[in-house]
């Protein structure tokens, strides 16, 4: 259905007094209701409901298109859902979450680090003045990654039709993936290199 | 799908045209705007710490015969810890005597005197006592240098070590804790020139 | 004369006046039913009635935005545990973890799930992030909703982040201390930032219990928030977008 009956719907109901000799299809299709009695040809239409087409409830719907939440999509979750409380279970029951000596201000440790999703940022800052990195890079991250819809306006999704910003996009991910990783596995006392098989220094 | 979909035409008035209704309507949302403001204003004002003890307040350390004889190498240049500030108090005069080899005493430094906030400028960790090997301040988290004086040689800190205002009130010391003054830029040498590479160090 | 068994008490609960009020139809397994149970219950009916078939494959979600939501869940549960244990003062929290680890039954297990969980949750909302760019799904009219997840994904690493000094240990307290100083660098608020969110001028009580606060109650509300309006508008947006 396109705006253009839209249109036509409404003029329909603003003005009930149609010439009767206007064909009935140009104002649009639904189902008929009966005009004034005895007037061949002035049967009245109205508009029950205006669905866009990309939405998911079609006016044409092919029949295998979709398919019923329950049980399809209920299964699924289901059945990722008890995989990751299996995983988590497992993980708890297991590996116990690591916890130091109390808290002490005049006690500095050697290796000191952040949370390892910060140890990038902690990476970045041993490179760079610290405003660029501790605070500039950060945020223009952030925003940066909030503007990215209103940045990539090409029409198309799928990542091959976008090589550019899939491309652009993953060097950011990797590059902070290989930093933080360089900052969670090669960082020692004292912020210098330390090859992983000459001690690793990283909490969870 | 090869188009984006578009949301409409923006309704509204031709700019400078108003209608009384949509003046009240504005200035409704001006004055909550102006409500949400001061809200979260508000908020901070009240979320700002209240810190009433510790850091943050005037502290006495006392007179220069107090600090001798609870800690008698004071005397001779060697930092005193003034844990509840988390400073070091230098006498300087002793302190660059300390350095060059002299090996001055003085037990009444006057004004000479320097409060250096232990809290390194790089990440905040604690900088330890002087190194012995390079009499030098030596963070350990990641490896920051200071001189003596505080100026900063080697690592990834911004700047030097920052320090405290300090005030003589009736021949004692008094270190305000609430005024910490940013320490010198990077290349500031006035004093121990020597080169990172030449001397031992306690930290990598 | 034959005695009532197991399916006669069976019979009598699912025909009693209780029972058909609480579930008003029965087991559904036609289709009509089974859109009626999905419209009819408040929770199913974040899900419309009919999804696209491939949302149904984990080869092209990999569940990870609902694995982040029920990571979430479970957070929050093994989180609201974990407090009836603990006490956000310097002299006791730490004392308190020790005792949550070794006299609490099951008490080092919730632990564990509680920190394990979070850190997978930072994870899989990264891929989340990840699957929905590599799909283009933030294209119109979704470019919003990706907006949110942003605010989102920095909810879930604000939220591990102040969790990360609850426990007062020696790796709690010099990871806040150097996290928090990054702050400090920020060009216009620097120290006062740092003030702000320590709560002093160092980490101590005054940052953890605004850590606190901001972990167990002001952060899970927002991204809670944050989380309906998400669902929300991925729903009237027709569902999870489609391969092109």
Known sequence: MTIEKRRNATADKNAPTQAPNVPAVERGAGPKLPGPPGVPGTERFRLLAYVKQESLVRVDKRPDETLLTWPHLLRAEFLAALLMGVVLVVASVTIRAPLEEMANAGVTPHVAKAPWYFLGLQELISYFNATVAGAFLPIIYLVGLALVPYIDRSPYKAARDRKTMWVFFMCLMVGGLLITIIGSFFRGPGWNWVWPWDGIFFTL | ?204 | MTFPGPGDLVRVVKESALWRSLFRQPYPTTSRTRALAVMNNVFLHLHPVRVKKHAVRYTYTFCLGGLSFFLFLVLTVTGVYLMFFYVPSVTRAYQDILSIENSVAFGSFVRNMHRWGAHLMVLTVFLHMIRVFYHGAYKPPREFNWVIGVVLLFSTLWLSFTGYLLPWDQIAFWAITVGSQMATYAPLLSDESSFLLLGGVLVDQGTLIRFYVMHVIAFPLIAAILMVVHFWRIRKDGGISGPV
């Open chain 2, 1 to 204: 799908m090869s188009q984006l979909p578009t949301y409409g035409e923006v309704p509204g008035r031709p700019i400078g045209e108003m209608s009384r209704r949509g003046f009240m309507r504005r200035m409704l949302g001006v004055g909550v705007a102006i409500l949400s403001v001061e809200f979260l204003a508000g908020t901070v004002n009240f979320l700002w710490p209240n810190v009433r003890s510790g850091l943050g307040g005037r502290l006495t350390i006392g007179t220069p015969a107090e600090i001798i004889a609870n800690d008698p190498a004071w005397a001779t240049g060697t930092p005193f810890a003034f844990n509840r500030a988390r400073l070091f108090f230098l006498n300087v005069p002793a302190a660059k005597g300390l350095v060059d080899g002299s090996g001055a005493s003085v037990t009444d430094p006057g004004e000479e005197v320097l409060a250096l906030y232990r809290k390194c400028p790089h990440l905040g960790c604690q900088i330890p006592p002087l190194c012995d090997q390079s009499k030098w301040f030596e963070c350990l988290c990641h490896g920051s240098k200071y001189t003596i004086l505080g100026e900063k040689r080697a690592g990834p800190a911004p700047r030097g070590m920052d320090s405290f205002a300090v005030e003589v009130v009736e021949g004692a010391y008094v270190v305000d804790t609430s005024r910490i003054v940013g320490g010198p830029p990077e290349g500031t040498v006035t004093f121990d020139p020597r080169d990172t590479a030449a001397i031992p160090h306690c930290a990598g």
